[in-house]
């Protein structure tokens, strides 16, 4: 996920994403950050159980930084250069040893150059270990992963070696699902495919079926990546809150009330759960009042943006459509803003 820590809204969507994935390593590009800390790094998982490598760049240009939860994932060693953090770790469940490069490539082609170098060195360095390169790459393997953006001589060059740096590295493309395009620029004139996740042999022997799942374009003209090998059922969903909620006038008085006036029985462990079960569901119903009009429209104001980012991979939206999707852009943020959700 690129451009950006962001505070809150980028944040809540970070949140959101390894709350609904179950993420177990976390790569982002472009934090802005010119330092971290470990209560940024614990508050997206809710607990203290995560390690973390940030890379500042130059006075947070260029940063990135790569973050794990050490129940899945124990930390071995780690190299740091120019646009990359490369982490050396064991998988605890299948016990076996990995290395994730996460990178962020600048546009100047000597520093993309320098890159490749570098990540093929470690390449070699470390044979027979789970492989995984991920990032923002700034370059595409073919001219038709671009959209909208001039077309030179170096382009060529650029797929050229791009192509020839994973051909080299015997690395895989992994299949992407959801929209061609993973960066738009704002106003939808141009796209690109400048983010990926490439992965060894070894890693596909362990992950046959490990997919990209591009997802929604919320908070950032980047769209996050999600890589999956299967689809998992993580069963009942905890009792949770919403940070809106607590903004909301009145909301902590209705939850006193509610809860004073529920009459449960049996020691107090049972009665706290059942409690809570009946708070969830007038909560449940007291949301549906307030906010459910407002998440409704933000879903579909969502679904309508991600059907014309569809349909802009295949064929170029008409002028009345790039107006559309722009229009919708400007909703959205409006009613993040309504509902108390930072921009």
Avoid at 85 to 95: C, D, E, P, S, T
Avoid at 113 to 136: F, P, T
């Amino acid at each position: 996920m690129s451009e950006g820590w962001g505070g809150g809204a980028k944040a809540k969507y970070l949140r959101n994403i390894i709350a609904k994935e179950g993420a177990k390593f976390v790569c982002l590009q472009e934090t802005k950050l010119s330092e971290f800390s470990d209560s940024r790094c614990f508050s997206l998982w809710g607990d203290n159980k995560v390690g973390w490598v940030h890379n500042d760049g130059v006075n947070g240009a260029g940063s990135t930084l790569s973050m794990w939860h050490k129940e899945a994932f124990m930390y071995m060693s780690h190299t740091i250069g120019k646009g990359f953090i490369a982490i050396v770790g064991h998988h605890i469940k299948l016990n076996c040893s990995c290395i994730i490069i996460n990178v962020y490539v600048a546009y100047n082609s000597s520093d993309k150059i320098a890159i490749w170098e570098v990540v093929s060195a470690l390449r070699n360095l470390h044979q027979g270990k789970l492989w995984c390169c991920c990032g923002d790459f700034n370059a595409v393997r073919c001219a038709a992963e671009r959209k909208g953006i001039r077309r030179n001589a170096s382009n060529k060059k650029e797929i050229r070696d791009f192509n020839d740096f994973i051909g080299s590295n015997f690395m895989e493309d992994l299949p992407i699902v959801g929209k061609k395009f993973t960066w738009y620029k704002a106003d939808g004139s141009a796209k690109s495919r400048l983010d990926r996740i490439l992965v060894s042999k070894e890693w596909l022997q362990v992950w046959p079926m490990s997919k990209q799942y591009v997802q929604t374009r919320e908070v950032s003209d980047h769209c996050a990546i999600v890589v999956k090998s299967w689809i998992k059922d993580w069963g009942p969903k905890p009792f949770k809150s919403i940070d809106a909620w607590l903004l909301e006038p009145g909301f902590k008085d209705l939850v006193r009330e509610k809860w004073g006036s529920y009459e449960v029985q049996g020691n107090n462990i049972t009665k706290v759960k059942d409690k809570l079960k009946r708070l969830k569901l007038d909560l449940k119903e007291w949301n549906r009042i307030v906010f459910g009009n407002l998440e409704d429209k933000k879903q579909r104001i969502l679904k309508e943006i991600e059907d014309l980012d569809v349909k802009d991979g295949v064929s170029d939206l008409l002028e009345g459509e790039k107006l559309r999707r722009m229009e919708l852009v400007s909703q959205q943020r409006l009613v993040r803003e309504k509902a108390g959700i930072p921009v």
